[in-house]
Nanobody, 127 residues
């Protein structure tokens, strides 16, 4: 059983920064592709960023490229999302997701590649 717990959400200002964390309880964390997705009110869940099992490769949605950075600490079973230059359109519930190591090579931006999900953390960006 894999449990993912997000933290670090809250209220941010446009142009400011927030950092999200995701703690994973799995003995195979260092084998998992990890990702962040988000869902804004009235919209479908969308891909934000993904990172390969060893952190060597990352991928981002065009809407956050250059502003957000995904990283991981396999020794601590943590994955992070550093969000800079926030925009009001970044307001959403952010979800951490875990998939197999192969997920990064086979469509890391698809939610169907991830078997485990956290409960989500709310991020609200004010203008």
């Amino acid at each position: 059983q894999v449990h993912l717990a997000e933290s670090g959400g809250g209220l941010g200002q446009a142009g400011g920064s927030l950092r999200l964390s995701c703690a994973a309880s799995t003995p195979t964390f260092d084998l998992n592709t990890m990702a962040w997705f988000r869902q804004a009110p009235g919209k479908e869940r969308e891909f934000v960023a993904a990172i390969s099992w060893n952190g060597a490769r990352t991928g981002y949605a065009d809407s956050v490229k250059g502003r957000f950075t995904i990283s991981r600490d396999n020794a601590k079973n943590l994955v992070y999302l550093q969000m800079n230059s926030l925009k009001t359109e970044d307001t959403a519930v952010y979800y951490c997701a875990a998939g197999s190591g192969g997920a990064f090579n086979s469509g890391f931006s698809s939610a169907r590649k991830y078997e485990y999900w956290g409960q989500g953390t709310q991020v609200t960006v004010s203008s």
